[in-house]
């Protein structure tokens, strides 16, 4: 009888073990389903400025122009803003009479025609020319 009662004794121990894992395991499992019903944090979507400043290097021949940063090329579209550009460039010494350092603002959209550079750049605004004037260089060499 001792030992029937030996046995019983070890059965309880072991189910309570049973039910002790089986607790740990659901409150585990629980746990990890909470941190799937988070609320998500929403945030506005911004859009990009598509109005931007580029500096690179204004090429232009005859009429047509690029614009070449380190990064990028894109074909100049050659509206009134680019003529005014090309235009101011002449009170500018130039080492090379087609390339001249510059920082536009501008627009950057893909371009229509399927020639040329996939994109075209919109100049709206001249911000700086980086290359010296003509009279700058002049005073130097007296």
């Known amino acids: 009888m001792k030992d029937l009662l030996d046995n019983i004794k070890i059965e309880e121990l072991l189910m309570k073990k049973l039910i002790l ?10 746990c990890e389903n909470e941190q799937d019903l988070k609320p998500e944090i929403q945030t506005e979507a911004t859009e990009k400025d598509s109005i931007q400043n580029y500096r690179g290097n204004f090429i232009y021949i005859g009429s047509d122009a690029v614009l070449k940063g380190e990064n990028f090329v894109y074909e100049v579209k050659m509206d009134s803003m680019a003529n005014l550009l090309k235009e101011s460039l002449k009170g ?33 605004e001249i911000v ?7 009279s700058e260089n002049i005073e130097k060499k007296k």
């Open 128 to 134: 700086e020319i980086l290359a010296r004037k003509q």
């Open 92 to 124: 500018y010494q130039l080492d090379d009479k087609n390339i001249v350092p510059i920082e536009v603002k501008g627009k950057v959209i893909d371009n229509r025609l399927r020639k040329g550079y996939s994109k075209v750049i919109e100049i709206r």
């Open 21 to 30: 894992i089986l607790v740990i395991l659901t409150l585990g499992v629980a």
